[in-house]
């Protein structure tokens, strides 16, 4: 594998308060939801509307993506649409037009098709990055483009993405290549693919991801499968993932933030409360994020 490439990906993807290991915590991982009170409400909604706005690219769409999360789709539309017009790099289209098509305009995905299916590869690994967490492909053309993007053999960070996106579109062939990969020597790969079988996995995937935890050493990329195993329903990962909102780490404590919206996990509350006020943007507005999810019913969408 592209070493190199793979960690460009990871970085490109990255993508609380104090629980200490000895208290008591109690789980819950299902589609309750949790009260917010008005100020903290209104609290994340501050976080992410300076973030949006914020002059760092790739937080500024975190901001954008909790904000639809939150139910704030047409403003980010109204703020993002003149950005589209007037933005020339490609991996920055993409973000943009990803957290659009979030937000409801579907038409803007053919802005990412468009980039995968040019000469340039500077945007090839967002596109298939960016429409495999908004899109579900549809037509016979749509995942012909995608099984070459998979197929090809000269940059496997497309490749890993490509199949990401097929296989949330129910193509065997690219979660097969994607559950391979866990076993993966470079963990950069391995974490990546812990990360995507965390939104489309199953609990079938928690012992082999489990296995493959037991040998990661880098605290980091051990978080990343933990995340993935709470997500799927893993109860003890659960409760790691919730005291990893207090590590010392800014990037697990912004993975966690993340992954505890996606983990449906409400025991999670005070912590995220408490991140509101974090130091690193990044994990103030995913703290913001997964207490607005939580604070709805589970629906399916987006990922």
């Known amino acids: 594998m592209n070493t190199n490439a793979m960690r460009r990906l990871v970085l490109a993807i990255l993508i609380v308060g104090t629980i200490g290991i000895g208290q008591s915590i109690q789980i819950q991982a299902d589609d309750s939801t ?20 914020s002059d760092e690219f790739w937080p500024s769409m975190h901001a954008a993506e909790a904000l639809t999360l939150g139910g704030k789709g047409e403003e980010v539309r109204k703020l993002l649409e003149p950005k589209l017009k007037t933005e020339k ?17 579907i038409t803007k995905a053919s802005i990412m098709f468009d980039i995968l299916a040019g000469d340039d590869p500077h945007g090839h690994v967002h596109a ?3 429409l495999y967490k908004v899109y579900k492909l549809n037509t016979a053309d749509e995942k012909q483009l995608f099984l070459k993007a998979m197929r090809q053999t000269e940059n496997d960070s497309m490749s890993l993405m490509a199949a990401a996106a097929l296989g949330r579109s129910g193509n065997p062939e690219a979660m097969m290549l994607l559950r391979k990969q866990i076993d993966n020597e470079d963990i950069a790969v391995a974490r990546i693919v812990a990360w995507v079988l965390a939104r489309i ?3 079938e995937d928690i012992p082999r991801l489990k296995v493959r935890a037991k040998n990661i050493k880098d605290p980091l990329i051990h978080a990343y499968f933990i995340n993935a195993l709470a997500t799927l329903g893993d109860p003890d990962s659960l409760k790691a993932l919730i005291r990893n909102l207090s590590d010392d780490d800014p990037a697990i404590r912004t993975y966690s933030a993340t992954f505890a919206g996606d983990a449906r996990a409400t025991s999670a509350k005070n912590a995220l409360i408490k991140l509101l006020d974090d130091k690193n943007i990044d994990v103030r507005v995913r703290a913001a994020q997964s207490l607005l999810v939580l604070s709805k019913r589970k629906t399916a969408g987006t990922l």
């Open 128 to 130: 298939c990055e960016s």
């Open 89 to 105: 790099d490609d991996q920055h289209r993409c973000g943009l037009a990803r957290e659009l098509v979030r937000a409801g305009d």
């Open 201 to 203: 996995g199953s609990d």
């Open 34 to 53: 949790i009260q917010l009170n008005k100020a903290t409400r209104n609290k994340c909604y501050r976080i992410l509307r300076e973030a949006v706005r």
